[in-house]
């Protein structure tokens, strides 16, 4: 059995082990409780909920507080049992959960942003808490004295936010497509590069501080794997949604990259192979095939007395050809094209028929998915999105049996 669900065959998918409802409107975050039968939510309709297993199997509210604000972003530190709620008012509430999940006392709240809280994350290590907002900055503050230690501003919304605690290094993603890698300092940070490579606007970012990988999702519906820690700054293209890819988790024991989008596709990449980084697009006046000119090329049409042709690239080898040297489409999962893309005719020819095996799995979690996080530990996932409600999901089948100790099925 366990050398089964090792090989990951594609009749594996996820098993849905419960629907959580009770929301007036859609909900912005659920996170699961380590090691109990339990999920936080928070939701546009104001409201943080702790919803506990029961013996009949459903999950009902043990704790339902509402809010001055629709809450927008949720962080949760178990050991201490804080939780902190971003609201769309821009500010951040800090709450304390009993022991038995049955009570949550209000501790203080933080000033943060001037609008929508975006992400946010709690460093206990130097009692920091950082988030980012649609008022387009970073804002880190002192959980100890509530005051605010720094901010950074940018030039679109920050969306999304990931953290290393090691290096106190903070990666923004924002509405542009960018990701700004920050340095953050006590009371002032400086900017370390700028990372540009989606066409849409940043949906999600995963750190990875082992192996010093940082993934980001788009509204393009692409994945790019961003090689921090490598000296080439070598960056692989993931491309199987067909919608904007809302959340991501990368699972370093099993080495693979979780990834949802807005239309409840669920998608498992085998990251664990040597992969092909796509080329960069070359720029040209003819096709770089034929030679014939392209429609801007006035010189050559004129010297050949040809109309110009319109510009396409081969995803393959990244040339610059015309429509006639690439009639062929093809997928080509190494270089992270789950897809048929565009390639011209030579490459086409150079595609084995292994070469087009997928490396990824890729699931219906049917429901809008706006947010998703993993308890890794137990091979657990937990959705939600702005139907207003929330799955959880045992994902032991298509993720490795070795993350699923101590895990049964509910």
Not at 85 to 106: C, R, T
Not at 237 to 259: E, M
Not at 311 to 327: I, L, Y
Request: charged share 20%; glycine share 8%.
């Amino acid at each position: 059995m366990a050398a089964e669900i090792h090989s990951r065959p594609q009749s594996r998918r996820p098993v849905l082990l419960s629907k959580v409802e009770g929301h007036q409107d859609a909900v912005s975050a659920a996170l699961l409780i380590p090691k109990e039968d339990g999920v936080i939510t928070a939701g546009e309709d104001r409201t943080i909920r702790v919803w506990l297993k029961r013996d009949s199997g459903q999950y009902w509210p043990s704790i339902y507080h509402t809010m001055a604000s629709p809450c927008s972003a949720m962080a949760y530190h178990h050991d201490s049992r804080r939780i902190f709620v971003g609201q769309d008012n821009g500010a951040i509430m800090e709450f304390h959960i009993s022991e038995d999940f049955n009570k949550m006392n209000f501790v203080k709240t933080y000033p943060a942003h001037q609008n929508r809280v975006s992400a946010i994350i709690f460093c206990l290590a130097s009692e920091w808490l950082i988030s980012t907002g649609h008022d387009k900055c970073i804002s880190w503050m002192c959980t100890r004295s509530g005051s605010m230690l720094g901010r950074h501003y940018f030039a679109s919304w920050a969306s999304c936010l990931q953290y290393d605690h090691e290096t106190q290094h903070a990666f923004v993603g924002d509405y542009s497509g960018q990701i700004t890698l920050l340095k953050l300092e006590q009371n002032t940070c400086s900017v370390i590069t700028t990372l540009k490579g989606h066409e849409g606007s940043i949906t999600s970012l995963w750190w990875d501080p082992v192996q010093r990988l940082l993934f980001s999702g788009a509204s393009d519906h692409s994945i790019i794997m961003w090689d921090i820690g490598g000296r080439k700054g070598r960056t692989l293209l993931l491309q199987g949604h067909h919608d904007k890819v809302q959340a991501i988790c990368y699972i370093q024991l099993t080495r693979q990259l979780v990834s949802c989008s807005a239309d409840g596709g669920i998608a498992v990449w085998n990251m664990d192979i040597s992969r092909e980084e796509a080329p960069q697009w070359l720029e040209s006046d003819s096709c770089q095939k034929c030679e014939q000119p392209f429609f801007w090329n006035i010189k050559q049409m004129w010297d050949s007395k040809t109309i110009g042709l319109r510009q396409h690239h081969c995803r393959k080898c990244g040339q610059a050809v015309c429509g006639k040297c690439s009639t062929k489409r093809s997928s080509y999962p190494i270089m992270g094209f789950e897809f048929q893309v565009r390639v011209c005719d030579s490459c086409f020819e150079s595609i084995k028929d292994e070469d087009r095996t997928s490396l990824a799995t890729f699931h219906e979690g049917k429901h809008n998915i706006s947010h998703m996080s993993m308890d890794i530990s137990r091979g657990l996932m937990v959705t939600c999105g702005s139907d207003r409600i929330v799955k959880i999901w045992d994902m032991t089948p298509v993720v490795g049996c070795s993350l699923a100790t101590g895990f049964s099925s509910r």
